[in-house]
């Protein structure tokens, strides 16, 4: 699908002081920030919360599963010591805490964007200052607020758990976990408006129970989504012209790539059609995502992800490297929106040129007068129609609607 050349990934490493002004300043602009579950699995067996409920002294309610780890797992005592210690702050809704002596103050930033990612249950607190330096301490405090009261924050955290159990009730034992990642994909997609407007944009809370979210609300929802699942996923951070976050997936031994907030469909196209789902970005390999974006790896690299196998594309039958091939992916994929009642599916080509071809010979009337596509429909007895969107084929990408 692309050539064995990778391009290299993209640090963003700025001086301390300037890392403290922007992430002492809220949740809406992330930072070099990468994180990955710890692949515990879990069997799921009630869709209702826990019965042994976990509390912070505060009475905060902590569900289960709502913790991506990675970067903190590589932490040393020093900085797992801090780590501790800021999650204690917040979980417990205290004002204030010290920046400990033990570590730089470059590393508490890390430490700080660490928490905020990895602890997804934290979708409460309004900021992080830091405060004035403490002559008796030698150290600086740095002041936390919060949008919510503990009461409150309790009941949101159990309508995020729940929203999560609910639709986990929704899978199929039999399903595979490609099956599964689809189904939390096509969810997120379907049912969660893209949208800058909200307090909890950036949250599993918003994602999940006021169903809007900035990327960063998409990706920690499908983290949590995975993490009740048992599959071991991770949260990555980049650029895209704007901060910006998505997921990483093991599947089948290999990593994967996948940002939902990439596959909704642009306002204009989902107007006309609605349920339209896009699968660019699922279990997408790096070559596909260093097209049009730099994956940050301030605080921990990611995995890399050159695997094929699971890609949508290729697991589908949808990627053709020859017309004759479209060709017989367009029959076969029609047959199967007529049977199932599906309105779209998607191909993929090889090139460009095999892109453009497909789509101009496939109405092109031959010494007969009968375009390609007339054979395939009259083939199938399909009395409807098939028309193509082909507002994705900068990616090498068509969109065929049967309706």
Known sequence: MHGSGRKKRICFIAAAAIMLTALFSGCK??????????????????????????????????????????ASLGYDDRMRDAYDSVVETITNFKDSSHMPLTISESDYVRVLETVRCEQLMLFYLSNRTLGEFDNFTHSYTVDFSYKVSVDDANE?????????????????????????????????VLNVTSSVSGDYVDSVYGALVEKKALC??????????????????????????????????????????????????????????????????FLADDAVMENNRSINNYLCSPPEAEAETMNYFVYENRYADTYDKALSIIKDSTRKCIDSGERYFMIKFDSSNLCLKTLTD????????????????????????????????????LIFVVE
């Open 29 to 70: 602009h992330e930072q070099g920030m990468t994180v990955i579950s710890d692949g515990t699995t879990m069997e799921i067996t009630e869709t209702t919360p826990a019965e042994t409920e976990n509390y912070s002294e505060a009475g905060l309610y902590i569900p289960d599963n709502m913790v991506t780890k990675y």
């Open 216 to 281: 960063e609300g998409y990706a920690k929802a499908f983290s949590y989504l995975c993490n009740l699942s048992g599959i071991e996923n991770m949260i990555v951070t980049g650029y895209t012209g704007v901060d910006h976050m998505w997921n990483m997936v093991k599947l089948e031994g290999s990593w994967y790539h996948i940002d939902i907030g990439w596959d909704q469909p642009s306002e204009a196209i989902r107007e006309q059609y609605p349920d339209l789902i896009l699968y660019q970005y």
């Open 362 to 397: 496939l109405v092109k009337p031959d010494s007969d007068g009968t375009a390609d596509i007339d054979r395939i429909v009259n083939s199938l007895n399909f009395r409807g129609q098939i028309s193509c969107i082909d507002y994705y084929k900068q990616y090498r990408i």
């Open 156 to 188: 949101m955290l159990r309508q995020t758990e729940q929203a999560g159990l609910d639709i986990i009730s929704q899978l199929d034992e039999n399903m595979s976990d490609y099956e599964k990642l689809k189904y939390f994909h096509d969810y997120l």
